[in-house]
């Protein structure tokens, strides 16, 4: 069993529409999770972070963490065709003396999105 | 261009050659990380290092030998390598490695590499 497990889609939508991306994770260490957007041929850059459960808003993007579930999302509000991209859940959680990680992350292998208009 | 720089963009080498893959980064950070990633697999993580001090191999093959000769600078020497180690190879560094809550990876653009 993966640690991580994401399903890669392809997801299809209209422009518009609201997208839930989601991760399940078998890890109960996990504490911080993140979500990273990767465009074609570009690196992944982060979008959301947060770590504890509950929903974190920002602008037209929510996380969402439930821990008792070991299941994260992300929600797309308004979807543009410049949302078009594979994005990655990520998560990682204290290890070492003093509660320290060490850039450790543990990726889903991404869910491929296009917006068309 | 981006604060987590890396070249070359494209690298085509055979299994005989010897190249390396280099990254910078402008954001003063400290801690600087080497990641790979294949076609339909998660990213993985191969080395970090923490103010230029190894922190971190994943059991990575010794035909990749990383140096970071200072917080700024990371490469990635590679000789005799296999085709199935064709990949996107990705750099990343944050403000530190560690961290009590967890890390905020920036990444570059990565170097596409192809082993023939």
């Known amino acids: 069993q993966k640690e991580v497990e994401q399903d890669p889609g392809p997801l299809s939508v209209p422009e518009g529409a609201i997208v839930s991306l989601n991760c399940t994770y078998s890890?109960?260490?996990?504490?911080?999770f993140m979500w990273y957007r990767q465009y074609s041929r570009k690196g992944p850059e982060l979008l959301m972070y947060?770590?504890?459960?509950g929903n974190k808003e920002d602008g037209r993007f929510t996380a969402q963490v439930d821990k008792s579930s070991k299941y994260i999302s992300l929600f797309i509000r308004d979807s543009q065709p410049s949302d078009s991209a594979t994005y990655l859940c990520?998560?990682?959680?204290?290890?070492?003396?003093?509660?320290?990680?060490?850039?450790?992350?543990?990726f889903g292998q991404g869910t491929i999105l296009t917006v068309h208009p | 261009e981006t604060g987590v720089t890396q070249t070359p963009r494209h690298l085509v080498m055979g299994m005989t050659n010897k190249k390396s893959l280099k990254c910078e980064q402008h954001?003063?950070?400290?801690?600087m990380y080497w990641y790979k990633q294949s076609a339909k697999k998660p990213l993985e993580l191969m080395f970090v290092?923490?103010?230029?001090?190894?922190?971190e191999n994943n059991s990575v093959p010794s035909r990749f030998s990383p140096e970071c000769p200072n917080s700024s600078h990371l490469f990635l020497h590679l000789h005799t390598l296999q085709p199935e180690d064709s990949a996107l190879y990705l750099c990343?560094?944050?403000?530190?490695?560690?961290?009590?809550?967890?890390?905020?990876?920036?990444f570059g653009s990565g170097t596409q590499l192809s082993v023939l």
């Open positions: 990343a560094s944050s403000r530190r490695a560690r961290q009590a809550r967890g890390e905020k990876l920036f």
């Open positions: 890890n109960s260490a996990f504490q911080y």
């Open positions: 947060t770590y504890s459960s």
């Open positions: 990520a998560m990682n959680f204290r290890s070492g003396a003093g509660g320290t990680s060490y850039g450790k992350l543990t």
């Open positions: 954001l003063g950070h400290n801690a």
């Open positions: 290092y923490n103010f230029k001090e190894q922190t």
